[in-house]
Every structure is written in C-alpha cells, then in structure tokens.
C-alpha cells in the first residue's frame, strides 16, 4: 500500500476523531451545537442522544484504518489493506449519503452539511483512487 493511500486513510481518521470531540466532548458549547452543526440551544435535550450516538460511531469508525495501519506495518499486510480499504469505502459511503441527506434537507436547513459530507467522504475517496496508483 503506497505512502499518498496511507497518509489520506490517515487524514480521514483525523476528520473522523475531531467529529467525535465535537459531537461527545464539546457538543453543548455554543460554538459547535450553534456554529458548525446549527442546532439552536432549545433544541440541545432533543439532540443530545443523537450527537453521542453518532459521535461514538464516528470513532469506532476511525478506529478501523489505524487498526489496519498497524496490521499493515507490523506484518500482516494483507489485513491490514483490506481493513483500510473496507474503511475508506465505508467512510466515502456515509459521506456521500450525508451529502445525499443535506440535498434532501432531511433535517436542518439545506447546506448545513455540505462540508461535513466533503470532509467525511474525500480524504477516504482520495485514498481509495490512490491505490491505482
């Protein structure tokens, strides 16, 4: 598995872990409930069990191409590409329907998660592409 694979899987682990401080660890300040997910205050109890949900899940998601990072550096190679691909696709994959749902407007105001859905789903993408090369 070549460098340029190796360093996005590693970029979109870092998108992954800075959504879960966002939405497990700072989640109730103003700047980040308000400011990047634009979620009124009133609206934090209804929100709450959403964002630690998902905050969770975007860890143990980022815990999947490190896992095959070490595989793949610590000689079981072959596991540990195939853990980083699968990862890759998957975190394209829910980026790509993020995007899908911001289109939709499914639940904030329409563009809300434009940049979420390209941080969620390009560093994966770019190291998925990567790997032809």
Not at 39 to 54: C, D, G, M, Q
Not at 78 to 103: E, N
Request: glycine share 10%; aromatic share 10%; charged share 10%.
């Amino acid at each position: 598995m070549n460098v340029v694979v190796q360093v996005f899987a590693g970029i979109a682990v870092l998108v992954h872990l800075l959504a879960f401080a966002w939405e497990v660890l700072l989640f109730e300040r103003p700047g980040v409930h308000a400011g990047i997910f634009r979620i009124p205050a009133e609206n934090l109890p209804a929100t709450r069990l959403w964002s630690f949900n998902v905050g969770w899940y975007n860890l143990f998601l980022a815990a999947g191409p490190v896992t095959g990072l070490v595989l793949l550096h610590t000689g079981d190679a072959a596991a540990g590409r195939v853990l980083v691909l699968y990862s890759c696709a998957f975190m394209t994959l829910a980026g790509i329907a993020l995007g899908v749902s911001d289109l939709l407007a499914l639940s904030r105001p329409r563009g809300a998660g434009r940049a979420g859905a390209l941080a969620q789903a390009l560093p994966p993408l770019a190291a998925l592409v990567a790997t032809a090369f």
